[in-house]
């Protein structure tokens, strides 16, 4: 039930910067070109072709110069084979081929003008947004300016040595000249639902590793967050989807449960290549605070309460004053209406940014003292959902991962989603986990009498830990941890309603429904093969109907079959 592409367009982008530097780079050197000149190192010392816009081949004293800085690398087993590509490097290239190549050029492939147009269509429409509502400054919008402008010549200057125009690279094209007035904001459904993009790629048998050259500036940390958060804001959409159905009857809680964890999951290896960007910027939080007040002067700051659902901003903060509070080795002990009430009955949508905010506060904030119970409190807990793992994480780092606000953010649009019915899958989970529980009851009940060699005495103490297991959760172990700790300092217990950790968490419901039904399935399927109940049953009723000697259907033998397939038997 996850989407059929987890985009992440930032990595995109940068897949498609290093697949046009790998092809320039290689090409030029498979024609000629010298390797000394594609590092990074004499690009930007200087000016002049390495240091401005419009430089060109470098001669004379400065390609001295750059071979002197850059001495050729030696291809041998310890060389490092990867290297880093700076603008004015591509630029070299490119000048390059247009001054000794014309006799014989390369030809450019359909792939590198597709790929390269969709790196300046990204920036350029970025760089647009940030100069519109002024978050640049002279000297950065200098460089970010000269960053497209580059790129825009090394495609100007390829442009001639380009294939026939043909019909199928004008479909190409069409596709491509749409994100010509595209807002990083609103990334087209071309470019997020392409499931195989084509790039370009090494020339020749070039054995280096061409990458683009790493870009600290704050233009590039706001650009990636940016293209991150859009791509984990849809992710949300898909998740409250999931629960939209799973609420009218159409998803099993397991399965909702599963999808999600997964695609928190997934989320937390999106934000690897964004978060080093971040930290010289003042890390998460200050750039999701500047991320929050650019999209305030994008759409006004009139519509400001409902901007700061989709940035991330508010679980970051709740997450960040959380632990701010807690105590090393110590259980968190909530009161009940310590930070306000969720109410499931208003509608959210008329709700003040302020009122929000405080609705937010009093979900996760008891939330947060219940995973903080079960991780210093509750030993051997059955699952571990991504919610629990990024506080636990939170609390022994003391670093806030975009993993967990992600998560944090999740549970409450979960919440929100499911309304008054957010408790049902706990009651779904005692429901389901009550019947698994009697049926190990009855199963050892009605095997009193009854021992066969082939099941061994191991075997029933593996039963039996199982049932003991789900009577365990039954039992409500975070609470009685509470209790401990409430009497330990002479304090009453609370009076709020038990399983809190279950009640408020769909999530962890589902996870745990789907622990103890893969243990009782695999339980269930040992205690058929030994006793080979299934099987004979399944057997005889099979050659009964092939001698047709019974009429009708065996309805639970067919579902049975059904749901374990032929192979089984």
């Known amino acids: 039930m996850l989407p059929s592409t987890l985009v992440n367009t930032y990595s995109q982008y940068k897949q498609d910067t290093n697949s046009v530097a790998t092809w320039l780079a290689s090409t030029a050197k498979a024609n000629g070109y010298s390797s000394d000149l594609l590092s990074n190192a004499n690009a930007n010392k200087g000016k002049g072709a390495a240091g401005q816009p419009g430089g060109g081949r470098l001669k004379g004293k400065a390609r001295a110069q750059a071979r002197k800085v850059n001495p050729p690398e030696k291809n041998n087993a310890n060389s490092n084979n990867t290297r880093a590509l700076s603008i004015s490097s591509r630029l070299l290239i490119s000048s390059h081929w247009l001054s000794s190549l014309r006799a014989s050029p390369p030809q450019v492939p359909a792939s590198f003008r597709t790929t390269i147009d969709r790196v300046i269509a990204a920036r350029t429409a970025f760089s647009n947004q940030l100069a519109h509502h002024g978050q640049t400054d002279e000297e950065k919008d200098s460089k970010h300016q000269y960053f497209v402008g580059v790129l825009e010549k090394v495609r100007d200057v390829l442009r001639p040595f380009g294939h026939s125009r043909t019909e199928d690279d004008a479909s190409a094209d069409e596709i491509t000249n749409r994100f010509a007035g595209l807002a990083v904001y609103e990334p087209s459904k071309e470019f997020l639902?392409?499931?195989?993009?084509?790039?370009?790629?090494?020339?020749?048998?070039?054995?280096?590793?061409?990458?683009?050259?790493?870009?600290?500036?704050?233009?590039?940390?706001?650009?990636?967050?940016t293209a991150l958060i859009n791509d984990l804001n849809r992710v949300r959409a898909h998740i409250r989807w999931v629960w939209s159905?799973?609420?009218?009857?159409?998803?099993?809680?397991?399965?909702?449960?599963?999808?999600?964890?997964?695609?928190?999951?997934?989320?937390?290896?999106?934000?690897?290549?964004?978060?080093?960007?971040?930290?010289?910027h003042g890390g998460l939080g200050q750039m999701l605070q500047r991320f929050h007040l650019m999209q305030c002067f994008n759409r006004g700051w009139k519509e400001k309460d409902d901007i700061m659902e989709g940035t991330f901003l508010v679980p970051y903060r709740m997450v960040e004053s959380f632990l701010a509070v807690v105590q090393p080795g110590q259980v968190p002990l909530y009161k009940d209406g310590m930070f306000g009430y969720y109410d499931p009955e208003v509608n959210r949508s008329k709700l003040t940014g302020q009122k929000k905010f405080e609705q937010d506060r009093a979900l996760l904030?008891?939330?947060?003292?219940?995973?903080?119970?079960?991780?210093?409190?509750?030993?051997?807990?059955?699952?571990?959902?991504?919610?629990?793992?990024?506080?636990?994480?939170?609390?022994?780092?003391k670093e806030i991962t975009f993993g967990v606000v992600f998560a944090a953010q999740t549970f409450l649009d979960i919440t929100y989603e499911l309304g008054e019915d957010t408790d049902q899958p706990f009651y779904t989970l005692v429901k389901q986990s009550t019947v698994m529980s009697n049926d190990i009851k009855g199963h050892f009940e009605f095997h009193k009498t009854l021992k066969i060699s082939n099941w061994s005495a191991q075997n029933d103490a593996w039963l039996k830990n199982l049932q003991h297991r789900v009577d365990w959760i039954g039992t409500d172990p975070p609470r009685k941890v509470q209790e401990r700790m409430y009497q330990k300092f002479g304090m009453p217990p609370p009076e709020t309603e038990g399983y809190r950790v279950f009640r408020m968490s769909p999530v962890m419901s589902g996870l745990t429904l789907y622990n103890f039904r893969q243990r009782y399935q695999e339980a269930g399927i040992a205690v058929a093969n030994a006793w080979g109940s299934l099987q004979y049953c399944?057997?005889?009723?099979?050659?009964?109907?092939?001698?047709?000697?019974?009429?009708?259907?065996?309805?639970?033998?067919?579902?049975?079959?059904?749901?374990?397939?032929?192979?089984s038997f």
């Not at 195989?196 to 233009?219: I, L, Q």
């Not at 109907?545 to 059904?562: C, F, I, P, Q, T």
């Open 193 to 225: 639902n392409a499931p195989d993009t084509e790039r370009p790629v090494k020339t020749g048998d070039d054995d280096v590793t061409y990458e683009a050259e790493t870009d600290s500036s704050f233009e590039e940390a706001i650009f990636a967050l």
């Open 245 to 280: 159905n799973y609420k009218s009857g159409m998803f099993d809680l397991a399965a909702a449960a599963i999808t999600t964890n997964t695609a928190i999951g997934l989320v937390r290896n999106m934000v690897v290549d964004v978060m080093p960007l971040l930290a010289p």
């Open 365 to 397: 904030m008891p939330y947060f003292a219940e995973l903080v119970t079960i991780i210093r409190g509750v030993g051997d807990w059955p699952v571990k959902d991504e919610f629990l793992r990024g506080i636990e994480d939170a609390i022994r780092t």
């Open 538 to 567: 399944q057997h005889l009723y099979n050659a009964l109907r092939s001698e047709k000697l019974v009429e009708g259907d065996w309805a639970d033998m067919d579902v049975m079959y059904s749901l374990l397939g032929e192979g």
